[in-house]
């Protein structure tokens, strides 16, 4: 197994067929899908934006898919993530198996020495696309009917899924936090489906890794200034 492979299992845990990991005893089951539309709409009508991916904000403040947990032994994971989607999104968003895309445990917390499935808990997460309208809908009803919108949820967000000449977009958007193992669920997905070439979003995580160098100077810069503000 290459180093990048290794990498990749530890970020998101081991990976599970769907069969298998509802054949697990013992474990909490959590799903989350990744909703998105084809659009031909551009950013100052010069930039195409291509994509309309959503993520929330969530409480905690890290970037999520919307999802949560949900109970295999009283209702199908598909129908588990859409009562989730309605609480969060204000829509029952039908979800089928052949919208999933992988099973895994939850990565290990990098500052646990613990494996990756001691958490007792198993991600599932699926990817489905629908009409622009659709998208628009659901970014409406979840800032005015979505009983979790303020709550547990911020709002929601969309992915640029594109890269501007001074490097604001993807880029940008991959150097926030994210929950858990999302950013790479991200990653992986719009690798997957095609959703831009490899060598973009190649450039735009290292352009996203330089950025973190930049905010934990900041971080630090306003770090100490609480402290003077303290003596």
Same mark, same amino acid.
């Given at each position: 197994? +290459?180093?990048a492979?290794?990498?990749?299992q530890?970020?998101s ?7 298998? =990991?509802?054949a697990?005893?013992? #474990? !909490?089951? =959590? ?10 709409s ?6 195409? $934006? ?7 904000? !969530?409480?905690?403040?890290? &970037?999520?898919?919307?999802?949560g ?6 209702e ?15 829509v029952?968003?039908?979800? /089928? ?13 990098p500052? %646990?020495?613990?494996s990756?499935?001691?958490?007792g ?5 699926? @990817?489905?696309?629908m009409?622009?309208?659709q998208?628009? *809908?659901?970014?409406? +009803? =979840? ?7 303020g709550?547990?949820?911020?709002g929601m967000?969309? @992915?640029? @899924? #594109?890269?501007?000449? /001074?490097?604001?977009?993807l ?7 994210? $929950? ?6 991200? @990653? *992986?997905? &719009?690798? !997957? ?11 735009? &995580?290292?352009? %996203? ?6 905010n =934990?100077? *900041?971080?630090r810069?306003?770090l100490?200034?609480?402290k003077?503000?303290?003596?």
């Open positions: 197994m +290459s180093r492979n290794r990498n990749i530890m970020a845990g081991g990976q599970l067929s769907r069969a298998e =990991a509802l697990c005893t013992g #474990y !909490r089951h =959590a799903c989350h899908v990744m909703l998105y539309s084809d659009t031909k551009q950013l100052f009508r010069r930039t195409p $934006i291509r994509h309309i991916i959503l993520m929330q904000m !969530r409480f905690d403040g890290l &970037l999520g898919f919307p999802g947990i949900v109970n295999p032994s009283k199908s994971l598909e129908e588990g993530l859409s009562r989730e989607l309605l609480e969060e999104i204000g029952a968003v039908p979800i /089928s198996e052949d919208d999933h895309v992988e099973s895994c445990y939850a990565p290990a917390s500052t %646990s020495s613990s990756s499935s001691s958490s808990l198993i991600l599932h997460f699926y @990817v489905k696309k009409e622009e309208e998208i628009l *809908d659901i970014e409406r +009803s =979840a800032a005015s009917v979505a009983v979790d919108h709550h547990e949820v911020l967000v969309r @992915v640029p @899924v #594109y890269q501007t000449k /001074s490097g604001g977009g880029p940008l958007f991959l150097s926030h936090s994210f $929950i858990g193992n999302a950013r790479l669920q991200l @990653v *992986d997905n &719009l690798l !997957r489906f095609g959703l831009i070439p490899a060598k973009h979003l190649l450039k735009a &995580l290292r352009l %996203s890794m330089e950025t973190h160098k930049h =934990a100077q *900041d971080l810069a306003a100490e200034l609480t003077e503000k303290l003596n």
